[in-house]
């Protein structure tokens, strides 16, 4: 065999720094997208934010927003006042009225912190301000302070309160406590039981219960004597479990009582907060800024990018036109300008394939923003990515983690994608219809005789939608609504 020299032509994709930039923008959230637009600002003096209105590097979030606005000011002349109204005139949220300082810790030093009854909203709103302000130990240790205890029962109760969890349970057994004591305090149990009687007298009432049965107790116990407290206190220290399993027809026959009673005790105890240290956990509350906005213009659902979410950046002019007049090129601040002007491009290049898919996603989920979830249509990636010639991996990092802000309310765009189930007119209903129409026939049931899963299937198929069974226990379940016995009312 003679060796030989063959010419052969092929094709490859070859990941260029460029692409794999904007593969790399195209699948970060719009937070993430600024962070890593922060480590190029930092790192690279050729970029800067443009924050000059009306410069000549304009930003592309005007060029998407500016046609959008003409027509929407256009339809608001043709359609009526409404919208009219929300560009004129933006709602502007009332400024909170001053809080007193010394008249609310007043009130929070006659504070009962009993369970969460309704009629009582002065005494809620005081505890959420306090709640959100200050820790559970925090709150615990300045009621401490003002107790008139000896330096032994105030160590103690403090170590106690160290000894709490988020729920405000005393989760270890004294016992257990005890023994993480140093032996030369010389602590006996009976001194930790006195002092967790103390810390169990705190606010918010039902502190330091070592269970929830014991909770709803010490709650209950702090409630005015009658007739029904007296009922629920029989109910919670002997019978908790037959309630949790909402078995009422036992229940009455266990305590002996008339509907009505049990009704009334039911209802009190309801009005408990079984997780009393709850109120203070500090929690931040995640905020999302949407990437495209949604209204109907002209009668037609139209979508254009936030310009809030769109990132304003040029080259940065000083240093390009350095750079300009040097005869020799630098080659550091030459690879520099070349990334900040690829950045540049791939950002826009990242909102404007943003857009296209939006304006695909609403063009085929039109009945969704008419009329709710119960129109939603069956879609599938492979639909957008023939529409709009991409590929289905192209879609599937537009859809992660991107926001759409519409009239009902913030959706992901992975949201407007599902499963299709076959109805009996050869026709397909999407799953997101099937779980809104599960949530409406759930809602209208009657609480006495609520509706089973099968008997659910059963009415979906009453009309075309062929469910099974076990298909509507996962959507129930997927929706957070508990099964047909815990749902059963008085």
Not at 63 to 74: A, G, I, L, M, V
Not at 80 to 98: H, K, L, M, Q
Not at 201 to 217: K, M, Q, S, V, Y
Not at 279 to 291: G, K, L, N, S
Request: a negative charge; hydrophobic letters at 35%; glycine letters at 6%.
């Amino acid at each position: 065999m003679q060796p030989s020299l063959q010419l052969k032509i092929s094709q490859h994709l070859a990941l260029t720094p460029q692409l794999q930039q904007s593969i790399k923008l195209l699948q970060l959230s719009t937070v993430e997208m600024q962070e890593e637009i922060e480590r190029y600002l930092l790192e690279n003096p050729m970029l800067e934010r443009d924050d000059e209105a009306g410069g000549d590097n304009f930003s592309a979030a005007q060029q998407f927003d500016s046609p959008r606005r003409d027509d929407s000011e256009r339809a608001s002349a043709d359609d009526g006042e409404r919208e009219s109204r929300e560009e004129r005139e933006p709602d502007v949220p009332a400024t909170p009225a001053e809080v007193d300082d010394d008249r609310w810790l007043a009130d929070a030093g006659t504070f009962s912190g009993g369970g969460r009854d309704d009629d009582s909203d002065s005494d809620s709103d005081a505890q959420d301000i306090h709640g959100g302000s200050v820790s559970l130990r925090d709150h615990l240790g300045w009621q401490l302070g003002l107790t008139k205890l000896s330096d032994r029962d105030r160590a103690l109760v403090r170590f106690l309160i160290e000894a709490l969890d988020d729920d405000g349970y005393l989760s270890a057994s004294l016992a257990e406590l005890l023994a993480t004591l140093p032996p030369e305090d010389e602590v006996e149990l009976e001194e930790l039981d006195i002092a967790l009687r103390y810390l169990q007298n705190f606010d918010p009432t039902g502190i330091g219960a070592r269970n929830p049965r014991e909770c709803l107790l010490l709650q209950l116990a702090a409630r005015p004597a009658d007739s029904v407290r007296k009922l629920a206190l029989t109910i919670v220290d002997k019978h908790l479990e037959v309630l949790a399993a909402r078995d009422f027809v036992r229940l009455r026959r266990l305590i002996g009582c008339d509907e009505q009673a049990l009704k009334a005790a039911h209802s009190l105890i309801t009005s408990l907060n079984p997780r009393p240290g709850a109120d203070f956990v500090q929690t931040e509350a995640p905020y999302i800024t949407p990437d495209v906005m949604v209204k109907k213009l002209k009668n037609k659902w139209t979508a254009y990018i936030n310009p809030d979410a769109y990132p304003r950046l040029r080259v940065n002019r000083l240093y390009a036109e350095i750079l300009a007049q040097q005869r020799r090129g630098n080659g550091t601040l030459s690879g520099q300008l070349q990334e900040a002007r690829w950045l540049i491009k791939n950002v826009q290049q990242r909102f404007d394939t943003i857009l296209r898919v939006t304006q695909a996603i609403v063009e085929r989920q039109r009945q969704f923003f008419e009329h709710g979830e119960v129109a939603m249509r069956p879609l599938v990636l492979r639909e957008i990515a023939e529409a709009l010639n991409l590929h289905e991996s192209t879609i599937s990092r537009v859809t992660s983690q991107k926001y759409m802000a519409t009239p009902r309310g913030l959706f992901e765009l992975k949201y407007f994608f599902g499963s299709h189930v076959a109805t009996d007119t050869g026709g397909a209903c999407s799953a997101t219809a099937i779980r809104a129409l599960i949530k409406q026939l759930i809602s209208a049931e009657n609480g006495k005789k609520p509706l089973s899963d099968s008997q659910l299937s059963e009415i979906l198929g009453q009309q075309g939608i062929v469910v099974a069974r076990r298909t509507v226990a996962k959507y129930r379940e997927s929706l957070n609504i508990p099964p047909v016995n815990l749902r059963k009312t008085l």
